[in-house]
């Protein structure tokens, strides 16, 4: 019942910076927790980074610790993720999920809703 719209992909050169959006429809935003996966050509969908339901609490792959940020505005329903620093190894389809699981979770199994994606192309 829950419908996700990632946006802000592009191409970039690498240590440069871009803002990921994901805006849902057809529920209560604030009742799911949010996460970010990515999955490059030939290589299984990872964990970014995660977010709790009110925003307190987040989490991040170690690769992304100190570079990518996780934030959500319920008021907006939307979900973001600021990438810093890119590298052309984050180049990648990057997915929003939502999860009604009361633990914040890394897997992408234990999230309900998944949007359709957008690129991300990081340059050298």
């Known amino acids: 019942q829950v419908q996700l719209v990632e946006s802000g992909g592009g191409l970039v050169q690498a240590g440069g910076s871009l803002r990921l959006s994901c805006t849902a429809s057809?529920?209560?935003?604030?009742?799911?927790?949010m996460g970010w996966f990515r999955q490059a050509p030939g290589k299984e969908r990872e964990f970014v980074a995660a977010?709790?339901?009110?925003?307190?609490?987040?989490y991040y792959a170690n690769s992304m610790k100190g570079r990518f940020t996780i934030s959500r505005d319920n008021a907006k329903n939307t979900v973001y993720l600021q990438m810093n620093s890119l590298k052309p190894e984050d180049t990648a389809l990057y997915y929003c999920?939502?999860?009604?699981?009361?633990?914040?979770?890394?897997?992408?199994?234990?999230?309900?809703?998944w949007g359709p994606g957008t690129q991300v192309t990081v340059s050298s």
């Open positions: 999920a939502a999860s009604a699981a009361f633990i914040v979770t890394t897997t992408t199994a234990r999230y309900d809703y």
């Open positions: 977010i709790s339901r009110s925003g307190s609490n987040t």
């Open positions: 057809g529920g209560t935003f604030s009742r799911y927790a």
